[in-house]
C-alpha cells in the first residue's frame, strides 16, 4: 500500500511529461546571442514515425481562424410538404460530402425551417473566396449522357430544351440516354498519358456499365455528348464498344477544375435548388485578435485562481495549482489529439469558454475536498488520515455536481447547432478530466507530502 501512492505519483509526471511535449510548439532553429543552431524539434515526428500524415494542432473555428458564412435558401416549390424535412437533410447530407470530399477542416452545417422558410447555413473555416465556396456547394453537378436520335424520332420544337451545345454536335434531335450521374460509382483525377493534361476518370456500377456499354455499341463511329449541367463539356467519338464501364472527361481542364468536378461527381446532385441569401468573410485578422483577447482572458483568469488557492489553503492550494496546471496540460494535449482522427475538436470561442469554466470547475471540486479535510483536521485527526476521509466524504458531492455537468452538456450537444454544441463538448471533456484531476492527482500528490 505504501508503494502504490508512490507508483501513481510517476504514472501521472509520465502524462505531465506526454502532454506537455504534444502541446510543445515546433522548434527549428535556436538563437543564443550570435549563436543560431538549425534543429528539428517537433512533436509530429512522433506520428510521421507511424506513417500518421495528421499533425498535432489545434482546429480552429470561423471565429477564430476566419473564413466564409453562407446561408442559402432551400427552394421547396417542388417538394411535397410531408417530404420537406427530408429533402433539407438530404441538402445537408450532398453538402457535408462535398465540402469533407474537398477538403475544407471541420465545417459548420446547420439547417433551419421556420414558416415554410428552408434555409442552410454553412460556415467554412480558412475559405476566404466566396465565389470558390458558393460554386463548391450550390453547383448542382447533374451529369448525363445524350446521342444522336434515331431517324424519324420526335422533335421537340425548341432547341432550348436540349443542353446547351448539343445540337451542335449530335445534329438537330439529340437524345438523352438513360445513362445518369446516379449510375457512376467513383469519379477520380488522372493524367493523360499523351498530354499530361488532367482529367476526371469515370467509374460506373454495374448496371451503368451495361447501360454504358449499349450505348457504346450502338453508337460506334459516332459521337456521345457528355453532359453537365445542361452544358456539352466533352464530345467523343465511340471508335468501338466499351465494355469495361469506364470513361473519360478530357475537357480542356486545368487540375483545381478537374478535382472540382471530381469532387461534386462523387458528392452526387442537391435534391432541391439553392439560392445564395447572405455571404460574409471573415479575415483571418479578426479571428487572429479573438483568438488573443480570449487567451489573454483565460491567462488572467488561471494566475486568480491559483493565487487564490495558495493564499486560502496554503500548502494544499499549492499542490491543487499544479494539479490544475496539470489538468490543463491534459485537456489541451486531447484536443490536439482529437485532430488526427476524423472526429477532432474544433476550438471556438464559446468553446475557449467552455474550456475555462471547467477549469473553475475542477477548482470547485478541490474546494470541497479541502474544506472536508479541515474538518477532520478540526476533529483531531492525523493529516494522513484526514487527506483520506476529506476525499471520500467529499466525492459524492462532486459526483453529483459533475453528473449533472455531464448530463446538461450531453443535452446541449443533442439539441443544440453550431457554437453551442462545441461549448457542450468542450465543457464535458473538461469536467471530466477536471474529476480525475481532483480525485487522482490532487490526491496522490497529497498521500505522497502527507506520508513524508
Not at 471533456?429 to 487522482?440: D, E, K, R, T, W
Request: proline share 3%; aromatic share 8%.
Amino acid at each position: 500500500m505504501k508503494k502504490s501512492p508512490r507508483r501513481l505519483f510517476w504514472l501521472i509526471i509520465a502524462l505531465t511529461l506526454m502532454a506537455g511535449f504534444i502541446n510543445l510548439p515546433s522548434i527549428k532553429t535556436i538563437s543564443i546571442g550570435p549563436i543560431h543552431k538549425n534543429i528539428n524539434f517537433n512533436p509530429n515526428t512522433i506520428l510521421t514515425k507511424f506513417r500518421i500524415n495528421k499533425e498535432f494542432m489545434f482546429r480552429r473555428g470561423l471565429d477564430l481562424e476566419g473564413g466564409t458564412s453562407i446561408t442559402f435558401r432551400a427552394d421547396m416549390s417542388g417538394i411535397a410538404s410531408t417530404q420537406r424535412n427530408d429533402a433539407l437533410n438530404g441538402v445537408k447530407t450532398v453538402i457535408e460530402r462535398r465540402i469533407n470530399l474537398f477538403g475544407v477542416s471541420e465545417p459548420i452545417i446547420q439547417t433551419s425551417s421556420v414558416i415554410g422558410d428552408s434555409r442552410i447555413i454553412v460556415e467554412l473555416p480558412g475559405v476566404t473566396d466566396v465565389n470558390q465556396a458558393i460554386s463548391l456547394i450550390g453547383t448542382t453537378a447533374q451529369l448525363s449522357f445524350w446521342e444522336e436520335g434515331a431517324t424519324g424520332s420526335a422533335k421537340i420544337a425548341s432547341s432550348s430544351a436540349y443542353p446547351l451545345g448539343a445540337v451542335q454536335v449530335l445534329g438537330e434531335n439529340p437524345q438523352k440516354s438513360s445513362l445518369t450521374g446516379k449510375d457512376l460509382q467513383q469519379a477520380s483525377v488522372s493524367f493523360d498519358q499523351n498530354t499530361g493534361k488532367p482529367q476526371v476518370q469515370l467509374v460506373f456500377s454495374s448496371d451503368g456499365s451495361k447501360k454504358f456499354a449499349e450505348i457504346t455499341k450502338r453508337n460506334v463511329n459516332k459521337v456521345v455528348a457528355i453532359v453537365l449541367d445542361d452544358i456539352v463539356i466533352e464530345a467523343p467519338r465511340v471508335n468501338e464498344p466499351i465494355l469495361t464501364g469506364n470513361a473519360v472527361i478530357s475537357g480542356s481542364f486545368v487540375l483545381d477544375q478537374a478535382k472540382t468536378l471530381s469532387t461534386q461527381l462523387n458528392a452526387g446532385a442537391l435534391p432541391v435548388p439553392l439560392s445564395v441569401l447572405e455571404q460574409r468573410v471573415i479575415g483571418p485578422t479578426l479571428g487572429l485578435e479573438s483568438l488573443k483577447k480570449s487567451l489573454f482572458a483565460g491567462i488572467i483568469g488561471f494566475v486568480i485562481i491559483i493565487l487564490f488557492m495558495c493564499v486560502l489553503y496554503g500548502r494544499l492550494g499549492v499542490l491543487a495549482s499544479i494539479a490544475l496546471f496539470i489538468y490543463s496540460l491534459i485537456v489541451l494535449a486531447i484536443f490536439k489529439i482529437s485532430n488526427i482522427t476524423p472526429y477532432g475538436i474544433t476550438l471556438t470561442l464559446s468553446g475557449i469558454a467552455g474550456f475555462i469554466l471547467s477549469i473553475g470547475m475542477a477548482v470547485d471540486a478541490n474546494i470541497l475536498i479541502f474544506e472536508r479535510i479541515k474538518e477532520e483536521r478540526r476533529l483531531g485527526k492525523r493529516e494522513e488520515v484526514s487527506v483520506e476521509l476529506g476525499f471520500t466524504r467529499a466525492w459524492s458531492s462532486i459526483r453529483d455536481s459533475n453528473v449533472s455537468t455531464l448530463i446538461t452538456s450531453a443535452i446541449l450537444y443533442q439539441f443544440g447547432t453550431g457554437v453551442v454544441r462545441g461549448f457542450a463538448l468542450v465543457l464535458a471533456i473538461g469536467v471530466l478530466v477536471s474529476m480525475f484531476s481532483a480525485i487522482v492527482v490532487t490526491r496522490t500528490f497529497l498521500r505522497v507530502v502527507s506520508k513524508n
